[in-house]
């Protein structure tokens, strides 16, 4: 048993923290050479926009029951993932149409949001429909899904 | 004397350990910088969003062709088949990308169709070099 104590211990946690901050480095370097891959988000978010607003014009979106999948010919859970389609009654109405993740309005309303890659990408706007304004955001954070097989 | 000669041995364990840890590490990243470098990565993840994004502006009973000559040229260089080079899932509605043994990139889509592609990948005659995605859009359950 050696109880002098040669710092072989203390020399692993060195070797591991310079392994990170080269580990850093790289994948720095990579991201920044080859950047940070195709931000769909905005331009899905805006195709969904063109289809959910002519639909809002076409149904009643506050009807009980309503579907949107249906209406809008939207596949059923993919609003249910990563998007958020909300509609909001201007002008003292307090209708509200809320499919998706409602979470998504908060975080396309914060300024930081813009820079930060983990938030959602949003179109906002208003619209009228017989005489009353409505306030929508369409938002969208789905990301591409990479498997990786052995 | 056998303090010191304890000692000894364990400097050569670990030794063996730093190398071993640092030839896994230094790999690890080559294969994973390799694969930004081969472009397979980058394209898979490409060519899926503009997939989606063509059948998501699409309507049944639409016959799609959409140039695909860069993927492909990673992909046949990685040993696939045409035929393994796009997938459609039309239960999730998603559509994957595949241009390394080891990989594929999938991306879902919004618009309530259904994709036939059966033929997937075609290699046009007369240009080697030249290949395009072919897949039909249709109702969901594919009567149109």
């Not at chain 1, 998706?100 to 396309?108: P, R, S, T, V």
């Not at chain 1, 959602?120 to 789905?142: D, L, M």
């Not at chain 2, 640092?22 to 930004?36: D, E, I, K, N, Q």
Request: with cysteine.
């Amino acid at each position: 048993m050696n109880r002098r104590g040669d710092g072989e211990e203390l020399g692993l946690f060195m070797f591991l923290a310079i392994m990170l901050i080269l580990l850093s480095g790289i994948v720095l370097g990579a991201r920044s050479f080859f950047g940070w891959g195709y931000d769909f988000r905005i331009t899905e978010a805006d195709q969904l926009r063109s289809v959910v607003i002519p639909c809002f014009i076409d149904h009643d979106f506050f009807a009980s029951g309503f579907n949107i999948s249906q209406a809008c010919a939207i596949h059923d859970d993919f609003l249910e993932r990563n998007h958020l389609v909300l509609i909001r009654g201007l002008s003292g109405s307090d209708r509200v149409f809320i499919k998706g993740i409602a979470d998504y309005e908060n975080q396309c309303a914060f300024s930081g949001g813009f820079g930060n890659r983990a938030y959602p990408r949003c179109i906002n706007g208003t619209i009228s429909k017989q005489g009353e304004e409505f306030y929508y955001v369409i938002a969208s954070n789905q990301q591409s899904r990479r498997a990786v097989t052995a | 004397m056998k303090k010191k000669g304890g000692a000894g041995s364990n400097i050569g364990m670990w030794y063996f350990a730093y190398i071993v840890l640092g030839v896994l590490f230094f790999s690890l990243t080559f294969f994973w910088v390799s694969s930004y470098a081969r472009g397979a990565a980058l394209y898979e993840d490409f060519f899926a969003k503009e997939i989606v994004r063509v059948i998501n502006t699409g309507t049944p009973g639409q016959e799609v062709y959409m140039d695909m000559t860069e993927a492909t040229k990673i992909g046949f260089k990685n040993g696939l088949a045409p035929a393994d080079i796009v997938r459609f899932n039309n239960e999730l509605h998603m559509v994957t990308v595949r241009l390394s043994q080891r990989s594929s990139t999938s991306y879902a889509y919004f618009n309530r169709v259904s994709i036939r592609g059966d033929s997937g990948v075609e290699i046009l005659s007369g240009s080697a070099d030249t290949n395009r995605l072919h897949f039909f859009i249709t109702d969901v359950g594919g009567l149109k």
